[in-house]
């Protein structure tokens, strides 16, 4: 079985300072890891994937993420940010084998301040 | 590209009626999945299909919800007779192939039941 913790449900942020959202998770099998956004009143859109290979991941809207194994992690990075990046954002695991079902954290809201 | 459609974007009925909200996957996806998002319990997953058969309803909530996919770029989710606890936004997705493609979201559909 599969878990993602989001560390933090609100994150405030001034415009063009950096910003770090957490992610843990925890399985028994090897895990894809996802970033999805969710801006309000819309569905969830992808911003990065981790599936095999280099751990630093780049996504879009200048987003980037890293895989630690042995942390079990998968922060979202944005070196800075925009009033346009105010958003929900969601971490996500889904198992590799046996299954295409998703494992979503609470997610983290992040408000970036003019 | 068409992304996943949903419709109806906004339901609002009374208690004890019918609601039904369709979806239209992405051409050639063969998995399609329903969620629900509420503030109390975030996203849940409620049924998911593979070529058109259901493979895990566990999430559905009770015998008043039922989904359908009566062919590859067609699903409805049908709650008979509603409820006010049944108010939610309901997403459905799609993905293609395996757990390394990722799913794709519709814009959701805000259900209100009073």
């Known amino acids: 079985a599969q878990s993602v913790t989001q560390l933090d449900s609100q994150v405030p942020v001034f415009e063009e300072a950096p910003v770090e959202l957490r992610c843990n998770y925890s399985?028994?099998?090897?895990?894809?890891l996802f970033w999805y956004v969710q801006y309000p009143n819309q569905g969830l859109q992808l911003l990065l994937k981790?599936?095999?290979?280099?751990?630093l991941v780049k996504g879009i809207n200048g987003f980037e993420a890293e895989f630690n194994k042995s942390q079990t992690s998968f922060h979202l990075r944005k070196p800075s940010v925009h009033i346009s990046d105010t958003a929900e954002y969601f971490c996500?695991?889904?198992?590799?084998?046996?299954?295409?079902?998703?494992?979503f954290g609470t997610g983290t809201r992040l408000k970036v301040l003019a | 590209d068409a992304g996943v459609i949903q419709s109806p974007r906004h339901e609002v009925t009374e208690m004890g009626q019918e609601v039904t909200l369709r979806c239209k996957p992405i051409?050639?996806?063969?998995?399609l999945f329903w969620y629900r998002q509420t503030m109390m319990r975030g996203l849940e997953l409620l049924i998911y299909?593979?070529?058109?058969?259901?493979?895990?309803d566990s999430g559905m909530p009770e015998d008043r919800f039922s989904a359908k996919m009566p062919n590859a770029s067609f699903s409805t989710l049908k709650i008979q007779p509603s409820e006010p606890r049944d108010s939610a936004v309901y997403f459905c997705?799609?993905?293609?192939?395996?757990?390394?493609?990722?799913?794709?979201f519709g814009d959701g559909t805000r259900l209100s039941i009073l």
């Open positions: 996500v695991v889904g198992a590799t084998s046996g299954t295409y079902k998703y494992i």
């Open positions: 051409s050639g996806h063969d998995y």
């Open positions: 399985s028994s099998v090897s895990v894809y």
């Open positions: 997705a799609s993905g293609g192939g395996s757990g390394n493609q990722p799913q794709h």
């Open positions: 299909f593979n070529n058109n058969v259901p493979i895990d």
């Open positions: 981790y599936l095999s290979g280099s751990t």
